[in-house]
């Protein structure tokens, strides 16, 4: 059964900062990996998508990287605003007709002014 | 339409009692999912549909739960019996096709609370 966890479960910086935010993943087997953020009452907005064929893709300042192998993926956020603030999750795919993902528990980022 | 919608986005009810949450996908899509996503326990996926049958059902976290769409369209998901364990937010799903390549697009969520 796969296993998503995201550590910590908060993280507060101060504007500018370039921050990384990790989510690691217990079954390699996975199809691909996503990036979501979530503000408070709302619901989920993709960010990135990577295919278990890429190793990274990049939107704007953030680049999101895949490691397979070591299970573990990466959100990068260049620059940090407090318009960032938010919950970011990560989510991975098993692949086959049933893309059910499988979420971690995200990491509240909080960027202060 | 636009997005994913989801209605009511907010629901309290008393224990006991049964409650239905709906959810419109984004039109021409025909897969739709269910979560939930509770406090300690993040988001977890309840249910699956390819157009209007549920090949996976293994999330749903007991008899109580049941949904189904109609017209591969829209999607009723209903708890009878309301519980406390039950209060959470509900988020609804959908793609263009079934399958891990198709990405999900999200609607704003129902809100239960059950006093």
């Known amino acids: 059964k796969q296993e998503v966890t995201q550590i910590p479960a908060a993280l507060s910086v101060p504007e500018g900062e370039n921050l990384v935010l990790n989510c690691s993943f217990t079954?390699?087997?996975?199809?691909?990996l996503q990036w979501f953020r979530q503000d408070p009452g709302k619901g989920l907005t993709s960010l990135l998508l990577?295919?278990?064929?890429?190793r990274e893709q990049t939107s704007g300042r953030l680049n999101a990287s895949l490691d397979k192998s070591s299970g573990r993926s990466t959100l990068y956020i260049a620059a940090s605003q407090p318009g960032d603030s938010a919950t970011y999750l990560c989510?991975?795919?098993?692949?086959?007709?049933?893309?059910?993902?499988?979420f971690g528990k995200g990491i509240t980022l909080s960027v202060r002014p | 339409g636009a997005g994913v919608s989801q209605s009511p986005s907010n629901k309290v009810t008393e224990k006991g009692k049964d409650v239905e949450l709906r959810c419109d996908p984004i039109?021409?899509?025909?897969?739709l999912y269910w979560y939930r996503q509770s406090l300690g326990q993040g988001l977890e996926f309840l249910i699956y549909?390819?157009?209007?049958?549920?090949p996976d059902k293994s999330g749903l976290p007991s008899d109580r739960f049941s949904a189904e769409r109609t017209g591969g369209s829209v999607s009723t998901l209903t708890i009878q019996r309301t519980q406390q364990e039950d209060s959470a937010v509900y988020l609804c799903?959908?793609?263009w096709g079934w399958g891990a390549r198709y990405e999900q697009y999200f609607g704003p969520g129902t809100r239960l609370t059950v006093t």
């Open positions: 799903a959908s793609s």
């Open positions: 079954d390699s087997a996975i199809y691909n």
């Open positions: 990577i295919q278990s064929s890429q």
């Open positions: 989510a991975a795919t098993a692949g086959g007709a049933n893309s059910k993902l499988t």
């Open positions: 039109s021409g899509h025909t897969a």
């Open positions: 549909f390819q157009g209007n049958s549920a």
